[in-house]
Every structure is written in structure tokens, then in C-alpha cells.
């Protein structure tokens, strides 16, 4: 505290020593000093300049970090934490779309905005009635499974004209089935006729594409008061022989006047294999109306058989349409089914579920094709 006051006492000394001095201007003259002071700045230094200069700063500082945020926001905000919630969703989703089985299939509208379409049948129920049409140039047969939504058989009507098909030319014709003899019987008209080789044919093959998913070994044939039926230049006929095991693939017919898509019947030589078979799949036909029902990205590599089973091996395809891969596989199957094999096993195709196939199980051939509504 005494060191303070003689430091105090010494600079006030200092201060009175110190010599004096008095300002002799007038408050106008420092007036005239300030008003010329401020006049030379304003003629020297535009006053756009400090303005322009805080606007391009400004300018840079925007460019560097509006499109930071912009990237931080878009890269879903790198820095903050995410909850157990969002986590757990995120991680699912990943695995949902990595899992091995699963094929990478690409997505179009066709097949996301509708459900997938089986052209086959898993079995001929009580509800079914196998049933098979022509064409509209009657070169093609289309075997049909009518499927009514009562649990019965009989009466399961069909207009096949709406499908894009001719008119039912077995409308007037009764078909029986003997399951337990492995029989069908099939009435015609009395007064039935027929005009042209080219329909004559039609009828013989659509009743025995008609009768084929029962797996019949006889065919009887008659008019309703019990005589031979005359069916153009087959003759006078009392019975029809089966369609031969191994003799047909199956591709896709798509008529000009609908939408909807039919497996086919087509022949082969009966001396074929199932692996040349196969590969008959992928060839075009001579008619435009009928396409290969394996994609370009499918190819069958090899098949084998071990007793009733057949091993199909494909060529891993990575990207292909969800429709017509199961398309691809419902054709394989209905021609293996054909060839008297029981089940197939897919291979080579990173496949998991697919319609209503799992199939990186071994698959069950299908018994019947083109499931279509009845008319009730």
C-alpha cells in the first residue's frame, strides 16, 4: 500500500513539470480542416468501391459453402448419428438384396407393376378341365387348362374366340376320362361331319393334346349311337393313338388379336434327347407368331438325368426380366414333363424364389398348361 502512494506521488510530479501548451485555433478553423478533409477522401476513392468489394466476397464465401452443405445434406448427413432404428433398417435392406440365392434380375414395368404369370399347372384338380383350341390359321394347337372357380369339371365353358384363338372346335364333342383304366372315351355328334384335310387334323390333335394330362394309353372314339366316326382322310376311326413321349417341345404363341401369351406344342424328331431337346428351345421358328421361350441371356449348358430326375445346367445368367425368366424355366419344365421325367433341378443360376418355384430346390414337373378361367 506505501509502495503505491509514492508511485503516485512521483507521477503527479512528473505531470507539473511537463511545459504547457495552448491551442490558438478557432472552433471554425477546425470546421474548414474536417469539411476539406472529407471532400479529398470522397474525390480520391469511389464510393461504389467498398460495396462491390463486400459483395464478391461475399459471392466467394456462397460459392465454397452453399454447395458443401448442399453435398452434406445429399450424402444424408455423413456426421450425424443414426439411430438403433435407422440402423437396423438399413442393415436389412442390404441383406435383402445380397443374398446369394437371389438372382440379380432386372426391374421393369411389366413385371413390378404386375404379379408374375404361370402358364402352367402344378396338377389337374377337380376344378380343372384340360381342353385344347386352334389357332385362328389353324396351324397351331393350344392346349389349354380351363379352371372354374366351383369345385367341379363339367360345365367349365370357355370362349376361345376372346383369347385370340378359333372357335371351340370341340364344342359338340364329349370327352370321358377313366382314370382307374387309364381310358377316354369321346362321343361325337351323329350327324357330325367334317370338310378338309387341314381341320381334320385340328380335331384329331386337339382331342389328343385334350386328353394328354391324364396320361391315358387309349383313345376310343364313336358317334352317339355308337358307330365309327369319319373324320376326313383319316377315314372311318374308332380310335385314336396317344401322343407320343419325347416328341414335342413347348414355346411360346402369342395371338395377333390378344395379349395374353400360350404355350405350344412343337414337334421334334422322336429319335431327340432331352439335351437337344433343350437347346431346340432356343432356336426361332419359321412363324413369327411363335418365340423361343428362353431370353438371350439364358442358355441351357448341359442336362443330365439320375433315374426320374433330370439335372439342368444354365449358363448363370446375371441380368434378365423376372416374366420371361419364368417363362424360361415353366418351358424347361413342361418339356422335361414330356420327355417322363418327374422332377428337375436347376443349376448354375443363382436362383432363389421365383414365382411360385423355389428353385434352389428340386422342382416338381407341372402336369397341365395355359390355366384360363372358365365362364361361369
Not at 439335351?275 to 428362353?294: F, I, M, N
Request: proline share 5%; hydrophobic share 30%; no cysteine.
Amino acid at each position: 500500500m506505501k509502495h503505491n502512494d509514492e508511485q503516485d506521488s512521483r507521477i503527479e510530479k512528473m505531470l507539473h513539470e511537463l511545459p504547457q501548451i495552448k491551442d490558438t485555433k478557432s472552433k471554425d478553423d477546425y470546421y474548414r480542416l474536417i469539411t476539406n478533409d472529407s471532400n479529398q477522401n470522397s474525390s480520391g476513392r469511389p464510393r461504389w468501391l467498398f460495396p462491390g468489394i463486400a459483395s464478391v466476397i461475399a459471392v466467394l464465401i456462397l460459392a465454397v459453402v452453399v454447395p458443401f452443405s448442399y453435398y452434406s445434406v445429399k450424402e444424408g448427413a455423413i456426421d450425424q448419428p443414426q439411430s438403433a432404428e435407422q440402423h437396423n433398417f438399413k442393415l436389412e435392406k442390404s441383406k435383402s438384396f445380397s443374398s446369394g440365392n437371389d438372382l440379380s434380375l432386372k426391374t421393369n414395368q411389366e413385371s413390378t407393376a404386375h404379379e408374375l404369370q404361370s402358364m402352367v399347372v402344378e396338377d389337374i384338380s377337380s376344378n380343372m378341365k384340360p381342353l385344347a383350341a386352334v389357332d385362328q390359321s389353324v396351324q397351331h394347337i393350344v392346349p389349354l387348362t380351363v379352371v372354374s372357380e366351383k369345385n367341379e369339371r363339367e360345365g367349365s365353358n370357355i370362349n376361345t374366340e376372346q383369347l385370340g384363338l378359333s372357335e371351340n372346335i370341340l364344342e359338340n364333342i364329349t370327352i370321358s376320362i377313366d382314370e382307374n383304366e387309364d381310358k377316354a372315351q369321346v362321343t361325337f355328334p351323329n350327324n357330325f361331319s367334317v370338310s378338309g384335310n387341314a381341320m381334320s387334323t385340328s380335331i384329331v390333335n386337339s382331342i389328343k393334346w385334350s386328353v394328354e394330362p391324364y396320361n391315358v394309353e387309349e383313345i376310343s372314339i364313336q358317334t352317339e349311337d355308337g358307330s365309327q366316326v369319319s373324320l376326313g382322310s383319316y377315314g372311318k376311326l374308332s380310335s385314336l393313338s396317344v401322343i407320343e413321349e419325347g416328341s414335342f417341345i413347348f414355346k411360346v404363341f402369342k395371338p395377333s388379336s390378344s395379349d395374353t401369351s400360350f404355350f405350344v406344342p412343337v414337334s421334334i424328331k422322336n429319335e431327340s434327347t432331352i439335351s437337344t431337346a433343350l437347346k431346340e428351345l432356343k432356336k426361332d421358328e419359321k412363324d413369327p407368331k411363335v418365340d423361343s421361350p428362353l431370353p438371350p441371356e439364358v442358355t441351357v449348358q448341359s442336362a443330365h438325368e439320375e433315374g426320374n430326375e433330370l439335372i439342368v445346367e444354365l449358363n448363370h445368367p446375371e441380368s434378365v426380366d423376372k416374366q420371361k425368366m419364368l417363362t424360361a424355366i415353366e418351358s424347361i419344365l413342361m418339356t422335361a414333363q414330356h420327355f417322363g421325367y418327374d422332377r428337375v433341378e436347376f443349376e448354375n443360376t443363382s436362383i432363389g424364389k421365383l414365382g411360385p418355384y423355389e428353385l434352389s430346390k428340386t422342382v416338381e414337373t407341372p402336369k397341365g398348361l395355359n390355366p384360363v378361367p372358365a365362364e361361369e
